[in-house]
């Protein structure tokens, strides 16, 4: 089949990591007799370089017209770099903010797994730890908190600042459907995650998404309480399949199951519409620290590559060998620096995408 992936390389590490899971990308066409046709776009620091604006229309209208779009990571340090001294809406982050907003992409992916071989990695204590984990966080991403309404105003001579929670059916519907969907293609949980003891929109969140698990009777569903799922995370993370909750929880959860799994540069995301169609970027950022060096991760990048294979082409087998490309090379013990440990063999950014792509 012939795919179109456009390619947001972005800034730091992000023309190096990418360029990684192209090599992959180009080896499961290899094998598995696909065309993927790439479109590289500008996005980020170097778009404003380029362009002086962070994301052009034609950026947002080439990823409109492809099938996918995989991306690395945008940014620069933020203390030194000229494109903080621009005004907040020319800086590259909200080129970002702009291209997920115009594509409609309401539901968050991040999936944190513990791979045995990086265990000692994890922050959790080693009777936790030894079981693996394998969770995947979706985060309603457009709606919430983060985006109702909000004043700051004197009342009655006391500064008052008031943020807005509104969740109507619709938005849970559609991102509890998603979840439900990504269930049928894992382990065939999701645990819905709310504040349903306190909040409203819990309540509503709690009874659509019960709505909503009538369609898929081989999925198990239960509910959970935001506080008490911040402690199963590092009491017994590996207890969650699939977790569904609305963008704060969400945001503060996705991070502190990133976080227990101790390796950033291991951990892939996703960013889906109501389509097939998705934006794939790692989880970390464009770390200038170490740009130009070939010494970063790629796993992350090529991980996101098997996720676009999986969500948005429907390439199961195809993304079940990157994956256990991934977990082959780590098995014999070749690691990047930043998962370095005794008795492995450290290798650069782009041996690491080339190891990767000829276990394929
Ligand atoms: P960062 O994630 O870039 O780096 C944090 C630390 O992790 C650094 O020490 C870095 O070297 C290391 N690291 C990250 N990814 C790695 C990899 N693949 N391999 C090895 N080590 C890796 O976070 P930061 O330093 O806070 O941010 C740097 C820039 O990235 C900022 O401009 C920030 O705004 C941007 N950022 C972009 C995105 C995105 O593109 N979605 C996300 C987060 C941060």
Redesign the pocket.
């Known amino acids: 089949m012939n795919y179109k992936i456009g390619v947001i390389k ?5 023309p190096e ?1 990418v360029t990684e899971a192209m090599k992959v990308l180009d080896k499961v066409a290899e094998t598995y007799h696909h065309k993927f046709n790439y479109t590289q776009l500008l996005m ?1 620091g170097c778009s404003i370089d380029a362009n002086g604006v962070p994301l052009t229309e034609e950026t947002i209208q080439a990823c409109k017209d492809s099938d996918a779009v995989l ?8 203390t030194t ?1 000229p494109w903080y001294k621009l005004p907040a809406n020319l800086r ?2 909200a080129g ?1 903010l702009k291209l997920r907003k115009s594509l409609g992409l309401f539901a968050n992916l991040r999936p944190c797994v513990l791979y045995p071989e990086l265990r000692q990695a994890c922050t959790l204590r080693e009777d936790i730890s030894i079981q693996g984990f394998d969770m995947l966080i979706m985060r309603e991403l457009t709606g919430g908190l983060y985006f109702g309404e909000r004043r700051t105003e004197e009342v009655d001579g006391v500064m008052t600042a008031v943020d807005t929670l509104s969740y109507n059916e619709n938005e849970i519907r559609r991102i509890a459907v998603k979840a439900f969907e990504v269930a049928m293609k894992r382990r065939k949980k999701v645990t819905s995650v709310d504040k349903a003891n306190v909040l409203d929109s819990s309540r509503l969140w709690r009874k659509v998404v019960e709505d909503v698990a009538k369609e898929y009777p081989e999925v198990t569903l239960e509910h959970a309480l935001v506080d008490s799922t911040a402690m199963q995370i590092v009491k017994n993370p590996a207890h969650f399949d699939v977790m569904v909750t609305e963008n704060m929880f969400g945001d503060i959860l996705s991070d502190e199951a990133a976080m227990v799994t101790g390796s ?2 291991m951990l892939p995301s996703a960013s889906l519409n109501e389509t097939k169609f998705g934006l794939y ?10 740009a130009g060096k070939n ?7 090529i991980l996101s590559g098997a996720m676009l294979l999986r969500y948005s082409l429907d390439l199961q087998e195809e993304a079940d060998a990157v994956e256990h490309a991934v977990q082959k090379v780590l098995q014999e013990g070749f690691r ?3 998962i370095m440990s005794d008795g492995c063999k450290q290798v650069s950014c782009s041996e690491m995408g080339s190891l990767i792509a000829e276990r394929i």
């Open positions: 972005g800034d730091g590490i992000g990591i980020g991306m690395g990571s945008i940014g620069g340090n933020t770099s590259p982050e970002l950033l540069g970027e790692p989880s970390g950022g464009s770390a200038p620290d170490i010494i970063a991760n790629p796993i992350a990048a990047t620096g930043d």
